[in-house]
C-alpha cells in the first residue's frame, strides 16, 4: 500500500467515526492509533537476515544410490528371466527341427524299404504253372544228388 490509499482510507474511516456515538468513537480512535503505532514497530525493528533451511545432502545422496541400485537389480533381475525365456525357446525350436529331421528320415527309411520291397518282388521270379512239374523235378534231383 502506498501513502495515497492510507489517506483515502483514513479519511473514509474517519467519516465513519463521525456517525457513531462519541464515546465508542474515541475508543476506536484509540484503539487504532495503538494498532497502528504497534505496525509501524514492527515494520521498522530490525530483522535478522535467516538461513535458508538446509536439506541434509548425504541423505538425500544416500537415498537416491539406494533407489539406483534397487532399479539396477530389478532391472538386472527382469534381463536375466528375459534371456532364460528366449534360450529357451531357441532350444525348444532347435529340437523341435531336430524331431522333425528324425521323423522325415524315418519316413524316408520307410519309403526305401518299401522301395526294395517291391523291386525284389518284381524281381524275384515265379515259376509259371506250366512249368511247375519241371521245377518239382529239379528239386528232387537235388535233393537226391545229395
Same mark, same amino acid.
Given at each position: 500500500?502506498?501513502?495515497?490509499?492510507?489517506?483515502?482510507?483514513?479519511?473514509?474511516?474517519?467519516?465513519?467515526?463521525?456517525?457513531?456515538?462519541?464515546?465508542?468513537?474515541?475508543?476506536?480512535?484509540?484503539?487504532?492509533?495503538?494498532?497502528?503505532?504497534?505496525?509501524?514497530?514492527?515494520?521498522?525493528?530490525?530483522?535478522?537476515?535467516?538461513?535458508?533451511?538446509?536439506?541434509?545432502?548425504?541423505?538425500?545422496?544416500?537415498?537416491?544410490?539406494?533407489?539406483?541400485?534397487?532399479?539396477?537389480?530389478?532391472?538386472?533381475?527382469?534381463?536375466?528371466?528375459?534371456?532364460?525365456?528366449?534360450?529357451?525357446?531357441?532350444?525348444?525350436?532347435?529340437?523341435?527341427?531336430? *524331431?522333425?529331421?528324425?521323423?522325415?528320415?524315418? @519316413? %524316408?527309411? =520307410?519309403?526305401? #524299404? /518299401?522301395?526294395?520291397?517291391?523291386?525284389?518282388?518284381?524281381?524275384?521270379? *515265379?515259376?509259371?504253372?506250366?512249368?511247375?512239374? @519241371? %521245377?518239382? =523235378?529239379?528239386? #528232387? /534231383?537235388?535233393?537226391?544228388?545229395?
Amino acid at each position: 500500500m502506498n501513502r495515497n490509499d492510507e489517506r483515502e482510507k483514513s479519511a473514509v474511516e474517519q467519516e465513519k467515526l463521525e456517525t457513531l456515538e462519541p464515546e465508542l468513537r474515541e475508543a476506536l480512535g484509540n484503539f487504532k492509533l495503538n494498532v497502528d503505532a504497534w505496525s509501524e514497530a514492527m515494520m521498522s525493528r530490525p530483522r535478522e537476515a535467516k538461513a535458508p533451511a538446509r536439506t541434509n545432502l548425504s541423505a538425500v545422496t544416500k537415498w537416491a544410490l539406494a533407489c539406483v541400485v534397487f532399479a539396477g537389480t530389478v532391472s538386472g533381475g527382469l534381463y536375466q528371466n528375459h534371456q532364460q525365456l528366449e534360450a529357451a525357446k531357441v532350444e525348444a525350436a532347435r529340437i523341435a527341427e531336430q *524331431q522333425r529331421e528324425l521323423e522325415a528320415a524315418k @519316413l %524316408a527309411m =520307410l519309403d526305401e #524299404e /518299401d522301395l526294395m520291397a517291391n523291386v525284389d518282388s518284381d524281381v524275384a521270379r *515265379q515259376v509259371p504253372s506250366a512249368l511247375q512239374p @519241371l %521245377a518239382t =523235378l529239379m528239386t #528232387e /534231383d537235388e535233393a537226391q544228388g545229395n
